[in-house]
């Protein structure tokens, strides 16, 4: 994508709006309603899996739609801001909005209020579920599809959500990949791909190791809100 005088103030529109976008805490703001910090109970992240620990799978469903929606909108608003080059403003919005949610301006701020006199930390979630909502808007149906199925048969057999996550992006990633290469999506999206997985391996570095040693939380496992 070539930035210009023509289109740079739209490019630095959709950072901005997307950044925003993702950087909304739906974690935080809905285990807020029961007077839980989301930060302070089990993984201490801000995402659905943690939501669903603390108050209910209900409530982390909930969450994981909300955030998918997040990615949604920063790609449909930054196509609309750029028509003219759609797969350009989709790359960008769509990292730039897992970015917003892995270190949340919002989240930060809220965490700093509750915290008074503490050193500033800057907060947020994995991303996985923003992350799949952008997904949603670029892969062709069977490789969402691929994701479901890889997911859901590692979690039904191990019951470690952070695995199936990892491995249902493993597979979109390659795949996104192949059919660049072979031409059938666009160049772009090489570079989606790319620190899509880059962003995985620094936000899911904690789960890899605790998978590799045995301690991961398996799902079902309530996280105690007190």
Same mark, same amino acid.
């Given at each position: 994508?070539?930035?210009?005088?023509?289109?740079?103030?739209q490019?630095?529109?959709?950072?901005?709006i997307?950044?925003?976008i993702?950087?909304?805490?739906?974690?935080?703001?809905i285990?807020?309603l029961?007077?839980i910090?989301?930060?302070?109970?089990?993984?201490?992240?801000?995402?659905g899996?943690?939501?669903?620990?603390?108050m209910?799978?209900?409530?982390g469903?909930?969450v994981?739609?909300?955030d998918?929606?997040?990615g949604m909108?920063?790609v449909?608003?930054?196509?609309?801001?750029?028509?003219?080059?759609?797969?350009g403003?989709?790359?960008i919005?769509?990292?730039v909005?897992?970015?917003?949610h892995?270190?949340?301006?919002?989240?930060t701020?809220?965490?700093?209020?509750?915290?008074r006199?503490?050193?500033?930390?800057?907060?947020?979630?994995?991303?996985?579920a923003?992350?799949?909502?952008t997904?949603?808007?670029?892969?062709?149906?069977?490789?969402?599809?691929?994701m479901?199925?890889?997911?859901?048969i590692l %979690?039904?057999?191990?019951r $470690? *959500?952070?695995l199936?996550? =990892?491995?249902a992006? +493993? #597979?979109? !990633?390659?795949?996104?990949l192949?059919?660049?290469?072979?031409? %059938?999506?666009?160049v772009? $999206? *090489?570079a989606?791909?790319? =620190?899509l997985?880059? +962003? #995985?391996a !620094?936000?899911?570095?904690?789960?890899?190791?605790r998978l590799?040693a045995?301690?991961?939380?398996?799902?079902?496992?309530?996280a105690?809100?007190?």
């Amino acid at each position: 994508m070539i930035v210009n005088d023509q289109n740079i103030l739209q490019i630095l529109l959709i950072v901005v709006i997307s950044y925003l976008i993702g950087s909304l805490p739906t974690a935080y703001l809905i285990a807020r309603l029961r007077n839980i910090n989301i930060f302070e109970v089990g993984s201490g992240n801000m995402g659905g899996t943690n939501v669903a620990r603390a108050m209910g799978t209900g409530w982390g469903v909930a969450v994981a739609l909300i955030d998918m929606c997040k990615g949604m909108a920063a790609v449909l608003i930054a196509r609309m801001l750029l028509p003219e080059n759609q797969w350009g403003a989709t790359t960008i919005s769509a990292i730039v909005a897992i970015v917003g949610h892995n270190w949340s301006l919002f989240a930060t701020l809220f965490y700093a209020a509750a915290a008074r006199g503490s050193r500033l930390t800057i907060r947020g979630g994995k991303g996985a579920a923003t992350a799949f909502g952008t997904m949603l808007m670029i892969a062709p149906a069977q490789i969402i599809l691929g994701m479901f199925a890889i997911f859901s048969i590692l %979690l039904a057999l191990t019951r $470690y *959500v952070s695995l199936g996550v =990892l491995a249902a992006f +493993l #597979l979109a !990633i390659v795949w996104v990949l192949i059919l660049t290469a072979q031409q %059938l999506l666009p160049v772009e $999206y *090489v570079a989606y791909a790319l =620190l899509l997985a880059l +962003l #995985l391996a !620094i936000r899911f570095r904690e789960n890899i190791q605790r998978l590799v040693a045995g301690t991961e939380r398996r799902l079902g496992e309530r996280a105690n809100p007190s």
